[in-house]
T-cell receptor, first 109, second 116 residues
C-alpha cells in the first residue's frame, strides 16, 4: 500500500530552527510537495522537490532523497505565525497526490 | 499565484437537505479540479477528481450518488452533498490544476459544512 509518515506534533521556540521529516512508500514518484495549513484554512503551497537535494526558499528549505524515500522541511528563524500544520504529499505514478496526516508545529515564545 | 475561490465558506443545514458548494478558478483555466474532505485533526482525503466536460472519478468508498460533482466549465466545479446527514459534517476543500499533471494544485479556502 501507499504510505506517508510524518510526526504528529512538534514544538519549537521562536527564533530557533526546526526540521520536519517525511518518509514515503508510494507506487511511483512524480514529486514531493510540502504545504502549510493553518487551523480552519486550506493548505498553501510551500515547496516542490522532484530531484534529490536541497531547495532553499527564504526561511524555508526542503530536502529530498528519492533512494531513501525521505524528505524534510527545514524552517529557520521561527516566528509565531509559523504555528500551523505542515503536510507532506507525494505525487504517485498516476499523478495522484498521496497526503500525509500532517505535522502540527507549535511555536513557543 | 493562481486564485481559487469557494462558496459558501460556511453552511449549516438540516439533516436530509442538499447542499451545493462551488469552486471557481479566478485567473486560470482549471482543466482538473479535485475535491477533498478533511475531518478534524486528520489529513486531506481525496474524494474525487474531475476533468472539464467529463464525469468525475471517485475514490474508493465515496458514494457518487451522494456526492454529485459537476465540472461544466474550465473555471467552475460544483459539489452537491445530497440528503446530508450529521456524519457528512466536515471541511470540504477544492483544488484546481491548470494543464498537465506536473502542475501545482491551488487550493480554495474551504467550506465548513455542519449538518444538524
Amino acid at each position: 500500500g501507499q504510505n506517508i509518515d510524518q510526526p504528529t506534533e512538534m514544538t519549537a521556540t521562536e527564533g530557533a530552527i526546526v526540521q520536519i521529516n517525511c518518509t514515503y512508500q508510494t507506487s511511483g514518484f512524480n514529486g514531493l510537495f510540502w504545504y502549510q495549513q493553518h487551523a480552519g484554512e486550506a493548505p498553501t503551497f510551500l515547496s516542490y522537490n522532484v530531484l534529490d537535494g536541497l531547495e532553499e526558499k527564504g526561511r524555508f528549505s526542503s530536502f529530498l532523497s528519492r533512494s531513501k524515500g525521505y524528505s524534510y522541511l527545514l524552517l529557520k528563524e521561527l516566528q509565531m505565525k509559523d504555528s500551523a500544520s505542515y503536510l507532506c504529499a507525494v505525487m504517485d505514478s498516476n499523478y495522484q497526490l498521496i497526503w500525509g496526516a500532517g505535522t502540527k508545529l507549535i511555536i513557543k515564545p | 499565484g493562481a486564485v481559487v475561490s469557494q462558496h459558501p465558506s460556511r453552511v449549516i443545514c438540516k439533516s436530509g437537505t442538499s447542499v451545493k458548494i462551488e469552486c471557481r478558478s479566478l485567473d486560470f483555466q482549471a482543466t482538473t479540479m479535485f475535491w477533498y474532505r478533511q475531518f478534524p485533526k486528520q489529513s486531506l482525503m481525496l474524494m474525487a477528481t474531475s476533468n472539464e466536460g467529463s464525469k468525475a472519478t471517485y475514490e474508493q468508498g465515496v458514494e457518487k450518488d451522494k456526492f454529485l460533482i459537476n465540472h461544466a466549465s474550465l473555471t467552475l466545479s460544483t459539489l452537491t452533498v445530497t440528503s446530508a446527514h450529521p456524519e457528512d459534517s466536515s471541511f470540504y476543500i477544492c483544488s484546481a490544476r491548470e494543464g498537465d499533471t506536473y502542475n501545482e494544485q491551488f487550493f480554495g479556502p474551504g467550506t465548513r459544512l455542519t449538518v444538524l
